[in-house]
């Protein structure tokens, strides 16, 4: 089970312990964190993360190639999860990138901010989050 984050902080469950993700919460808050992570960032954990970071600095004809590789790459080591489609919407020096994704016959969407920290997605659970990612029904 994972710790849940807000905004780069841990969440109390109101008990004195931490609250954690389960299901497909644990699986679209790991996404997210492999998304938003430098990759590289981490000395003993080099391949986490994605480049993502580096995407609105190409020309904007190869952004969307280097988006879908970028992710590929961020969630290789994801295997319950299939890739199913990457987005990305462009807005001058800021972006924000919608990755579709199939995990165990049902549709998980996740989006990220480029040039900015949000991120935010969307699966088969109804709890819900504030600042850096949600999670909320199809």
Known sequence: MELKLVNGDYVPDGAGGLCRLSGAEEVLGRVLYRLTARRGGLPFLPRLGSRLYLLLGEKPSRRQALATQYVAEALEEERELKLTGV??????????LRV???????????????????????GLSSARTEGGGGYQNR
């Open 87 to 96: 987005e990305l919407e462009q807005q001058g020096d800021r972006g924000r």
């Open 100 to 122: 579709f994704l199939e995990w165990q016959g049902g549709p998980l969407s996740v989006t990220v901010g480029l040039g900015d920290a949000g991120g935010t997605a969307e």
